[in-house]
């Protein structure tokens, strides 16, 4: 496993072995941004046309796997119709393309700066140095319709900062757009649009908990200006957490899927065979076809209402930056003579660093200490760990049982509010 020497150099000094240090620059998500992209609104990028060819399924045995389809859509194939037009009849018209505008100030170089007859006659070596300058940037995504007021789903990094936004129906609609509520964490928004009466088409939400890996998915959305595209694919995984995928930042256990997802498709949902939206296309890895993640609908779910509201989400947090150990992970890190940390060789959370002023630092818990369980539950992985503290709310006290050496010890760390600990 090689990583690039820069990364090694973000790590702060460390008393353990190198190749631990390898680990955490492996497993600390904010050290592993460029490999993953958000599919940003604000993007142009050129467009690449691709192929979608729809797998021959009359040469597959009709088997267990064919009844483990909707019967409507086993039925629909063994009649030659399409499962996949079906389910986007059912939601397609609800999908809506977002385009945004925003207006930056950037210092440019005056061009009289480095002609000598000007900057001698007209003003001091700083008299022409910069020059603020306006920017208009106009950014596209996707949503889709959650109710009959007008209200739609996107991700926020579609529409944060937006000074305009435009929502455009399928049948050519056109409405201009509110920004309600966005929380970054989640990478979530909810936008509003005043219909004046006008009857609108609402997407059916389905329940992401019940999604299986090797269920179909259907990408829907406006992928580089192309309107209401299409592609198919499968269920990939399920519970990818935002940081093994390499955007910390977030708070989300993504649905991986390999339904193409491009620039455009930010905010579109994600459907079942049943049309119903089971996740919101959010990224795509940039170093590899096939891989893109959605948000699940539950999530979504959850704060859309508060979002609606125009309300601020309060996440919880303790204040660790971890990786996951496992007794041959510690057993390296303890047979290297330069490491001065001996770690117990058990499964277990690591924590790699503990933020100052956070709510781990303040309960006693230390770099090295191995977290194995949390409130009663056993620990193994870092992603265990994080549901755990999401699952409560700000305030409420998680007790800590972890190894430190050869010792058991047990504290009791009181969550706070993630946003205090970004303005620290």
Not at 4 to 14: E, F, G, T
Not at 141 to 155: H, K, Q, R, Y
Not at 282 to 307: C, E, H, M, V
């Amino acid at each position: 496993m090689n990583f690039p020497a820069n990364i090694l150099k973000s790590l702060p000094s460390a008393p353990f072995s190198q190749w631990i240090r390898w680990l955490a620059a492996a497993a600390i998500a904010f050290l592993l941004t460029n490999s993953l992209w958000l599919l940003p609104a604000w993007a142009q990028e050129s467009l690449q046309a691709a192929v979608l060819s729809t797998p021959d399924l009359s040469a597959q045995p009709q088997t267990e796997a064919l009844t483990e389809t909707p019967p409507s859509t086993a039925a629909s194939i063994l009649s030659g119709e399409s499962f996949v037009a079906n389910a986007v009849r059912t939601v397609g018209s609800a999908v809506v393309r977002i385009d945004t505008e925003r207006t930056i100030t950037r210092n440019v170089p005056d061009l009289f700066y480095d002609d000598p007859f000007f900057r001698g006659r007209f003003g001091g070596p700083n008299q022409f140095q910069n020059i603020p300058q306006e920017e208009r940037l106009r950014g596209q995504g996707s949503g889709f319709i959650i109710s009959n007021s007008g209200d739609i789903l996107t991700n926020a990094h579609v529409v944060d900062n937006a000074d305009k936004v435009t929502v455009t129906l399928k049948d050519g609609r056109a409405f201009e757009g509110t920004v309600e509520g966005v929380d970054d964490i989640t990478d979530l928004a909810v936008i509003h649009i005043n219909t004046k009466g006008e009857v609108l088409p609402i997407s059916k939400l389905g329940d992401s908990d019940k999604v299986e890996v090797g269920d179909w998915a259907i990408a829907v959305g406006n992928p580089l200006g192309l309107d209401n595209t299409v592609t198919l694919g499968i269920v990939s995984t399920l519970k990818r957490s935002s940081a093994a995928v390499g955007i910390p930042d977030k708070r989300i256990d993504f649905i991986q899927t390999d339904a193409a997802i491009n620039p455009g498709n930010s905010g579109g949902p994600l459907l079942n065979a049943r049309g119903e939206v089971i996740g919101i296309n959010t990224a795509i890895r940039a170093d590899a076809a096939g891989i893109g993640f959605a948000i699940p609908i539950n999530k979504a779910k959850s704060i859309q209402a508060s979002l609606a509201r125009g309300e601020r989400i309060a996440h919880p947090y303790l204040g660790v930056q971890i990786a996951t150990l496992t007794p041959d992970m510690a057993k390296l890190n303890n047979e290297d003579p330069n490491s001065a940390i001996a770690l117990p060789e058990t499964d277990g959370v690591l924590v790699i660093r503990v933020l100052p002023n956070t709510p781990a630092a303040e309960a006693g818990l230390r770099r090295g200490d191995v977290i194995v369980e949390i409130s009663g539950e056993p620990i193994r992985r870092a992603d265990q760990l994080q549901t755990q503290v999401d699952r409560v709310k700000v305030g409420d006290r998680l007790e800590v049982t972890l190894k430190r050496g050869d010792r058991t010890q047990r504290f009791s760390v009181k969550t706070a509010d993630l946003s205090t600990q970004k303005e620290a």
